[in-house]
Every structure is written in structure tokens, then in C-alpha cells.
Nanobody, 122 residues
């Protein structure tokens, strides 16, 4: 069983930055692709970014490309999402996901964290 725990969410002003972390259980380690999704209130969960098992390939939603950066540290079993130039419309619960292959669809990921709230004030 894969366990994921997100952290780093909070309240930030527009234009600010946050760094989210996703700690994976030891069995997940460095063998799984990891991704970030987000879900705003009343909206569907949407893809943010994904990274393959060794960090060599990254994928981003067009709307976040250039502002968000996904990374991972396999020695720490942790994935990150650096978010810069945050906007009020980035307000959402951010979820970490993992599975054996990289994808941009919600259904492609079997394992999910509990989510961390990000609120961007104007």
C-alpha cells in the first residue's frame, strides 16, 4: 500500500510563493511517477504537474507552466511543487498522487494523499 502525505499549504497573498511537499511511504520510494492535482470548491479535480520516477521527465498543465515547478528527491521519498506568482484562482486543495506510470488524468493514479489547502488572497 502506498501512502502519501502532503504539506506546505497555507494562506498567501497574490504574487507570493508556496512550496508543497509530498512524502511517500518507503515502499513507493523512487519507483513511482508522482503528480499534483488540485480541486477548487465546486469544480472538478484538475491536473497540475507530473514527474516520472527519476525526475527526468516533467509535464505541466498549460495554465501553470512557467509559474509552477515540480521536482523530487528520491533519497527523501519526497516530491515537491514550487508555486510562484500565485493568483487568487490558484486557490484550491492540492493533492499528491502516485502510480507506476506518468499521466495527466485523474483516473491514471491509484494512490492519493489527503490534500493540502492553498488559499491565495487578492
Amino acid at each position: 500500500q502506498v501512502q502519501l502525505v502532503e504539506s506546505g499549504g497555507g494562506l498567501v497573498q497574490a504574487g507570493g510563493s508556496l512550496r508543497l511537499s509530498c512524502a511517500a511511504s518507503a515502499r513507493t520510494g523512487s519507483t513511482y511517477a508522482m503528480a499534483w492535482f488540485r480541486q477548487a470548491s465546486g469544480k472538478e479535480r484538475e491536473f497540475v504537474a507530473a514527474i516520472n520516477w527519476n525526475g527526468g521527465l516533467t509535464y505541466y498543465s498549460d495554465s501553470m507552466k512557467g509559474r509552477f515547478t515540480i521536482g523530487r528527491d528520491n533519497a527523501k521519498n519526497t516530491a515537491y511543487l514550487q508555486m510562484n506568482s500565485l493568483k487568487p484562482e490558484d486557490t484550491a486543495v492540492y493533492y499528491c498522487a502516485a502510480d507506476s506510470r506518468t499521466g495527466a488524468l485523474y483516473a491514471e493514479y491509484r494512490y492519493w494523499g489527503q490534500g493540502t489547502q492553498v488559499t491565495v488572497s487578492s
